[in-house]
């Protein structure tokens, strides 16, 4: 059996298990998921999604439902695909249209919480309680309730699943935040934990094209389940992959001896950091991370760039590309503000 996530412009992602050989659409819809659907036979366009990773055939698709363009790009039809890995497939409609069921809200614990430094923690969860792997996809994000409060706060993954549902978040520490005051204040290891997932439409997709990760401080965190999920199948990748990562202050900069790692475990992949402040225990380069790019790095445009981190990293990041007319360059991203 493969698993494939549907993902809706919502936000939101339904995985669904998919039998040797058995339509999507039917798979769907025997997990309670009601794709709309009209003729069944691949010739209305109704079930139409884009798969975005994985291996699939289609039976037959009319001329008229999809384009040879259409096919290129990695359009599908649901009542026509037969997939044979695990897939990711995209529905240019909300999930409230096939289903009334939100994300999974599952109960957990803190593990542990290491303060890196004034401005950023990583926390440790464990769902292990949960009857079933979390599932994700990596890049996206879980809704996260403040033990204690009624506030929710959003974080994305700092992992790839995994079958003992440990979970890592990566999680920016504002001077006043009621996330932010627990992790100083109260978090304890053993404290119960409740979160929503998976929520987002920031993730990896199928890696054709040489990857630029472009991370402004714990957007880091998105990238490091990418990473996750690049390194647990060597050869999987086969492009290079190349990370900037930018934060204010050099004690800002955390998992090192992580990217490290991955750089002996993935050919290609490499690293770049830059801080904004200078200071005695940086010797590094200093600056905006858009100062550590070169033409080179965007293969004249024929690559995939991903961006996490504040409004104003990603503007400019963008910025940088349009001012370089790199129209080829496919951009994901994924902007996100204190709270």
Not at 140 to 145: C, E, I, K, R, S
Not at 212 to 229: K, N, P, Q, R
């Amino acid at each position: 059996m493969h698993k494939v996530a549907l993902s809706f412009t919502d936000g939101r992602t339904h995985f669904v298990g998919v039998n040797a050989n058995e339509p999507l659409l039917d798979a769907a819809l025997r997990q309670g998921i009601t794709l709309p659907v009209d003729c069944r036979e691949g010739v209305c366009a109704t079930c139409k999604g884009t798969c975005e990773s994985g291996d699939y055939s289609l039976d037959y698709v009319d001329e008229d439902a999809l384009s040879e363009a259409d096919l290129a790009r990695g359009a599908v039809l649901a009542c026509q695909m037969r997939v044979s890995s695990d897939c990711a497939v995209k529905f240019d409609f909300e999930s409230t249209l096939c289903t009334s069921a939100g994300p999974l809200e599952v109960e957990a614990v803190v593990q542990s919480v290491e303060q890196l430094s004034d401005s950023t923690a990583i926390v440790h969860i464990d769902a292990a309680s949960l009857d079933q792997q979390l599932d994700f996809l990596p890049g996206q994000y879980a809704h996260v309730q403040v033990p204690g409060t009624d506030e929710w706060r959003s974080y994305s993954f700092a992992c790839a699943p995994n079958a003992t549902n440990g979970l890592q978040f990566l999680i920016r520490l504002l001077p006043r935040g009621a996330m932010s005051d627990y992790l100083r204040e109260r978090a304890a290891p053993g404290d119960r934990i409740r979160l929503k997932a998976p929520l987002g439409a920031f993730y990896l997709r199928k890696v054709s094209r040489p990857l630029v990760l472009v991370a402004g401080g714990t957007g880091l965190s998105a990238f490091l389940g990418m990473l996750d999920e690049m390194a647990a199948e060597p050869g999987a990748c086969t492009q290079p992959v190349t990370l900037f990562y930018g934060v204010t202050q050099a004690q800002d900069l955390c998992e090192l001896e992580r990217l490290q790692r991955y750089a002996e475990q993935l050919p290609g992949f490499s690293y770049h950091r830059i801080v904004m402040r200078e200071s005695e225990d940086w010797q590094g380069p200093v600056g905006v991370v858009t100062d550590l790019f070169e033409d080179s790095h965007f293969n004249d445009g024929e690559v995939d760039t991903y961006l996490c981190g504040p409004p104003p990293m990603v503007e400019a990041v963008k910025q940088w590309l349009d001012q370089r007319a790199m129209a080829n360059c496919q951009v994901y991203f994924e902007k996100f503000s204190a709270s």
